[in-house]
């Protein structure tokens, strides 16, 4: 074989190429993002802040009258769905601080992948839903919240939930590259998470909703999330409660992983030619 064919035959496509460069490039803005985390700590104030008081506000002010103990079970799968939805907003505010600074516009005058700069701005973010998750966590511990399964499945689900936050955090990227502001992008970062999480089995049982609104709180994500984590954890439902029917409540984590497929299907793409179109 001629020394020109074989370096065909082992020259990797232009797929698997992009693929490792995206990689790459992204794990470099990854780290980037993280340093300057690490020089400002406060940026986590907010992932840490939040989570707490919902827990203590829904657990305490709402709780007595929802089911007491059995209700706290019940709420931290619904505070874990919420709080890593509300964790978007993070993406949403920061990217569009790097283009409002000229950061964005560095990158792009460097031999960079397109989707690698999108991309490490969501693997950063999954930084502040890690530790989102852990004082969610240490918090549902201190309340009475326990875990009633084997560990392999408490894993399965810590990976189902971070799953999730990745793939919210595209959204994010949309709105941030959308806005072009960091006002906007914060104003737009929290709009549609309201609706979304509240309109949901987060809190509440789907099935006491009324008319339409138990129709798309049993199909919203957030829901499915909610509900695989609570199996995956092993918390039942307060007496008392409607048990949710349906393809969805009785799939939750399969129905949680394809959302979240279908999430990066749709919004990836939509970020990275945003990306693209802010560029020209």
């Not at 990689?23 to 300057?36: C, Q, S, Y």
């Not at 209700?71 to 993406?91: D, H, K, V």
């Not at 393809?247 to 299907?265: D, G, K, Q, S």
């Amino acid at each position: 074989m001629s020394p020109s064919v074989s370096t065909v035959a082992h020259r990797p496509s232009g797929v698997i190429s992009g693929v490792a460069s995206a990689m790459r490039d992204g794990g470099v803005i990854a780290r980037r993002n993280l340093a300057v985390v690490r020089r400002t700590p406060g940026a986590l104030v907010t992932g840490v802040a939040q989570p707490i008081l919902f827990v203590l506000i829904l657990a305490f002010v709402f709780g007595g009258t929802l089911g007491g103990s059995e209700y706290r079970e019940f709420l931290i799968g619904g505070i874990l769905a919420q709080t890593l939805t509300f964790n978007s907003s993070f993406t949403a505010v920061y990217l569009a601080k790097d283009l409002h600074h000229g950061i964005i516009d560095r990158f792009r005058a460097l031999p960079m992948s397109r989707v690698g700069v999108v991309l490490g701005r969501t693997w950063s973010d999954l930084a502040t839903s890690v530790v989102s998750l852990l004082v969610i966590l240490a918090c549902g511990l201190a309340i009475g919240w326990r875990v009633g399964t084997d560990p392999l499945q408490v894993v399965g689900t810590v990976g189902l939930l971070l799953f999730f936050a990745f793939a919210v955090s595209w959204i994010g990227a949309v709105i941030a590259l959308t806005a072009r502001s960091v006002e906007v992008a914060q104003s737009l970062g929290l709009l549609w998470l309201f609706p979304v999480c509240f309109v949901s089995g987060a809190f509440v049982s789907p099935a006491s909703l009324p008319g339409p609104l138990q129709g798309i709180a049993e199909w919203n994500p957030v829901t499915a999330v909610a509900t695989a984590a609570r199996q995956g954890f092993g918390n039942e439902a307060p007496a008392g409660f409607q048990a949710a029917a349906g393809w969805p409540a009785e799939n939750a984590p399969l129905y949680a992983a394809l959302c979240c497929v279908a999430i990066i299907a749709v919004f990836a793409p939509l970020a990275v030619a945003q990306y693209r179109r802010v560029g020209r």
